[in-house]
């Protein structure tokens, strides 16, 4: 089945800075990844996704990377100010075998500090 | 917010009680999702329905029954809980099944004591 891991638990920037948060999957089938924002007392925030058939994607201030070759995907976040402190997630879904092609598998999340 | 909403938002219960969850989701979504985050775990999906019906049951204990009247709607409901079972339970809609974004709700803290 599908893994999904952190790189880093923690991650501390100072404001202004820009910060990559790094996730690695293990199913090379995996083909739509998801990033979340969870602050505390809440519910993970959809932020930006990314299908397989894509390199790279921006949003407002967030970029996402994908690089299938080493299974791989990272969150940019530019300029990045004390409203971005939270755990963030990454999730992949697809390549599952036996029709649940559905289901988003989570890894355990890096908490971002921004530091004023 | 995210359009879904889920009461209560914390919830201490005995270990003999029965209890429900409820999530409700505004955005015109087919599928529904209980999932379970402990702390420093993954978020472990429970539940799935779509259109209604039950596609999936991540072996969960029977001390947890989901039911899903209308597509807007999503309860669990608890029976019997262990202490092992605290928990922040999260509820998530999506437009439809494969390579959907999942939305969510805020949670339920639940405290088993």
């Known amino acids: 089945g599908e893994s999904v891991g952190l790189h880093l638990p923690t991650l501390s920037v100072q404001e202004g800075d820009n910060s990559i948060i790094n996730c690695a999957y293990s199913?090379?089938?995996?083909?739509?990844f998801i990033w979340y924002k969870q602050e505390s007392g809440k519910g993970p925030q959809f932020i930006i996704d990314?299908?397989?058939?894509?390199d790279k994607r921006q949003g407002q201030r967030v970029t996402v990377l994908l690089n299938k070759t080493v299974k791989h995907l990272s969150l940019q976040i530019a300029a990045t100010q004390p409203g971005d402190s939270a755990v963030y997630f990454c999730?992949?879904?697809?390549?599952?075998?036996?029709?649940?092609?559905?289901?988003?598998?989570f890894g355990k999340g890096t908490l971002l500090t921004v530091n004023p | 917010e995210t359009g879904v909403t889920q009461t209560p938002r914390h919830l201490v219960m005995g270990m003999t009680n029965k209890k429900s969850l409820k999530c409700e989701q505004h955005?015109?979504?087919?599928?529904m999702y209980w999932y379970k985050q402990s702390a420093k775990k993954p978020l472990e999906l429970m539940f799935v329905?779509?259109?209604?019906?039950?596609?999936e049951n991540n072996s969960v204990p029977s001390r947890f029954s989901p039911e899903c009247p209308n597509s807007s709607h999503l309860f669990l409901h608890l029976h019997t809980l262990q202490p092992e079972d605290s928990a922040l339970y999260l509820c998530?809609?999506?437009?439809?099944?494969?390579?959907?974004?999942?939305?969510f709700g805020p949670g339920t803290r639940l405290l088993v004591l």
């Open positions: 329905y779509s259109l209604e019906e039950r596609v």
């Open positions: 998530a809609s999506s437009p439809g099944l494969v390579q959907e974004t999942q939305y």
């Open positions: 990314i299908r397989s058939n894509m």
């Open positions: 955005l015109g979504h087919n599928a």
């Open positions: 999730a992949a879904t697809g390549g599952n075998s036996g029709g649940s092609n559905y289901k988003l598998t």
């Open positions: 199913n090379s089938a995996s083909d739509y």
